[in-house]
């Protein structure tokens, strides 16, 4: 009697976690097919991100290949820098301060910045300063600046469990001189174009606070992404990589105002 109690009970524990297994596999199933919706959706808002992908995971020559999977592990430091201060949509500037507190004195500060939509900058820095903030101040008088950007901002370094100040959280730091963009140039209205781009809000500010558009010009660039030290990569370098295939580290690829602003990366 006592045997079949016990058979009866282990068969019950057996059902009960069969059940539990089905339903944890049909989660599992559902949540593939809302995956594969998303990603359906995705494709019909943005269908030049295909084509971006494809330089991503594919040889040129040998696109009816199996994709290959691009990591940041694996990209030259001349495209990884790029990529990192493209993902990036702030920094910390530091500057030579004209404070009267603190005159001569290095003081960081934080700003906007952007040089062009997600996975396919300039590499050019374009920031929106206003006179009224001590930045814009330490720069009328001293142009030499230093950036420095991060891949803490997004979620790559969180999903792999790195502190900021961990080295593979990659970290990239431009050093130059902060300059205006000359009103009523082409580079001023591509200046617009890209800034407002990523920081659509920063198009509302009060005019009489006269925001002005201004960029950095690099003299020293340099990157510590993992352990030993940082990595120095020539202005050449950086300049001729091409950032068109530069893969998202962010969880934010997809905004809707990059396809508003820049309609023709979306032309087939």
């Known amino acids: 009697m006592t045997s079949r109690i016990v058979s009866i009970i282990a068969l019950c524990i057996l059902l009960s976690d069969a059940h539990k297994l089905d339903n944890e596999v049909k989660r599992a199933y559902w949540s593939k097919i809302e995956e594969n919706a998303e990603a359906g959706k995705i494709k019909s808002l943005y269908p030049s991100v295909e084509f971006q992908a494809r330089s991503i995971g594919f040889d040129n020559d040998q696109a009816d290949q199996p994709r290959r999977t691009q990591t940041l592990e694996n990209l030259s430091p001349a495209l990884k820098a790029r990529c990192v201060v493209n993902q990036a949509d702030w920094a910390a500037v530091a500057t030579i301060s004209t404070r009267n507190d603190v005159e001569s004195f290095p003081v960081a500060n934080l700003i906007s910045i952007a040089d062009g939509p997600v996975g396919n900058g300039t590499g050019i820095p374009y920031m929106y300063l206003t006179p009224l903030d001590y930045t814009a101040q330490d720069l009328a008088k001293d142009h030499r600046a230093s950036l420095l950007v991060s891949l803490t901002?997004?979620?790559?370094?969180?999903?792999?469990?790195?502190?900021?100040?961990?080295?593979?959280?990659?970290?990239?730091?431009?050093?130059?001189?902060?300059?205006?963009?000359?009103?009523?140039?082409?580079?001023?209205?591509?200046?617009?174009?890209?800034?407002?781009?990523?920081?659509?809000?920063?198009?509302?500010?009060?005019?009489?606070?006269?925001?002005?558009?201004?960029?950095?010009?690099?003299?020293?660039?340099?990157?510590?992404?993992?352990?030993?030290?940082?990595?120095?990569?020539?202005?050449?370098?950086?300049?001729?990589?091409?950032?068109?295939?530069?893969?998202?580290?962010?969880?934010?690829?997809?905004?809707?105002?990059?396809?508003?602003?820049?309609?023709s990366l979306f032309d087939n």
């Open 153 to 263: 901002q997004g979620n790559y370094c969180k999903d792999k469990g790195y502190d900021p100040m961990d080295p593979r959280c990659v970290r990239v730091m431009l050093t130059g001189k902060i300059k205006a963009v000359k009103n009523e140039t082409e580079e001023h209205e591509i200046a617009k174009q890209l800034f407002f781009g990523r920081h659509p809000k920063l198009g509302n500010m009060p005019a009489n606070h006269k925001f002005f558009f201004a960029k950095m010009e690099m003299s020293v660039i340099a990157m510590l992404d993992t352990f030993g030290g940082p990595k120095y990569i020539s202005i050449n370098d950086y300049f001729n990589t091409p950032s068109s295939t530069c893969q998202s580290f962010r969880s934010d690829l997809f905004h809707e105002r990059i396809q508003r602003f820049y309609p």
